[in-house]
C-alpha cells in the first residue's frame, strides 16, 4: 500500500513569491495535516483538513492556506514567502473523524527562500 | 496551555547498548503516545505507539511505557545498531482529539 506521498521534494523560491506544496494521503485516510519544521526545531502544526473542509489551523498567520480536494489529496499554499519560511513542511494523514488516530507521514517538502 | 517535555536532547550510546528517551505531557486528558523515527532528509516514521488504557508496548526491541499517574512515557530500545540513528520525536495527544504536541526531539546516535 502507497504511503504518504508530497511533491516537489525541493521548492526554491525568492522573497514575496507563492509556494504551493502538494500531498496525496494514504488511500481511505480523509484527514490531512501539515505541519511545519524549521531547521533544529520540532514540528509546528500549520493546518488540519478532513472532508474536504478545514478543521483547525496552528499559529500561522493567514497567508498559510490551503484547501482538500474530493479525492482528499491536498495543497498548502504560501504567499508573500518571507525568509524564515524556509523549513521541511511535512503533511501527514489519518482516517479522519477528528479522533486521536495515528497519523502517518509523508517524506516533506523543502521549501528554501532566498 | 498543553506542553510536551522531551529529553535528553541528544544521547550517544555504544552499539548494543540500551537507550531510554523520557517525556512529559501536561493534559491530563491525553490518551495516545506515539513515538516517530525521523532519519536526515526524511519525514518521521511511526515505530511505536501506545493508548492510555495500557501500561507497556513491545515491538521486537522497541518498548514504551506510559505512567499516566505521572503523566510520563519513555522509548526503550535494546541492542542499538547504527541504524538505530537518527532523531526520535514522542507525541501525545490533546484530549482524545486529533492534534498531537510534539517533543522537540532526541538526537540518538549509536556508536559502532
Known amino acids: 500500500e502507497a504511503g504518504v506521498t508530497q511533491s516537489p521534494t525541493h521548492l526554491i523560491k525568492t522573497r514575496g513569491q507563492q509556494a504551493t506544496l502538494r500531498c496525496s494521503p494514504i488511500?481511505?485516510?480523509?484527514?490531512v495535516y501539515w505541519y511545519q519544521q524549521a531547521l533544529g526545531l520540532g514540528l509546528q502544526f500549520l493546518l488540519w483538513?478532513?472532508?474536504?473542509?478545514?478543521?483547525n489551523r496552528g499559529n500561522f498567520p493567514p497567508r498559510f492556506s490551503g484547501r482538500q480536494f474530493p479525492n482528499y489529496s491536498s495543497e498548502l499554499n504560501v504567499n508573500a514567502l518571507e525568509l524564515e519560511d524556509s523549513a521541511l513542511y511535512l503533511c501527514?494523514?489519518?482516517?479522519?473523524?477528528?479522533?486521536?488516530?495515528?497519523?502517518?507521514f509523508g517524506p516533506g517538502t523543502r521549501l528554501t527562500v532566498l | 496551555g498543553e506542553n510536551v517535555e522531551q529529553h535528553p536532547s541528544t544521547l550517544s550510546v555504544q552499539e548494543g547498548d540500551s537507550a531510554v528517551i523520557k517525556c512529559t505531557y501536561s493534559?491530563?486528558?491525553?490518551?495516545?503516545f506515539p513515538w516517530y523515527k525521523q532519519e536526515l532528509g526524511k519525514g518521521p516514521q511511526l515505530i511505536i505507539d501506545?493508548?492510555?488504557?495500557?501500561g507497556e508496548k513491545k515491538d521486537q526491541r522497541i518498548a514504551v511505557t506510559l505512567n499516566k499517574t505521572a503523566k510520563h512515557f519513555s522509548l526503550h530500545i535494546t541492542e542499538t545498531q547504527p541504524e538505530d540513528s537518527a532523531v526520535y520525536f514522542c507525541?501525545?495527544?490533546?484530549?482524545?482529539?486529533?492534534?498531537?504536541?510534539f517533543g522537540t526531539g532526541t538526537r540518538l546516535k549509536v556508536l559502532a
Open positions: 501527514a494523514s489519518s482516517l479522519g473523524g477528528g479522533a486521536a488516530d495515528t497519523q502517518y
Open positions: 488511500s481511505g485516510h480523509t484527514s
Open positions: 483538513y478532513d472532508e474536504g473542509e478545514e478543521r
Open positions: 493534559d491530563s486528558a491525553s490518551n495516545y
Open positions: 501506545i493508548r492510555s488504557n495500557v
Open positions: 507525541a501525545a495527544s490533546i484530549g482524545g482529539t486529533y492534534k498531537y504536541i
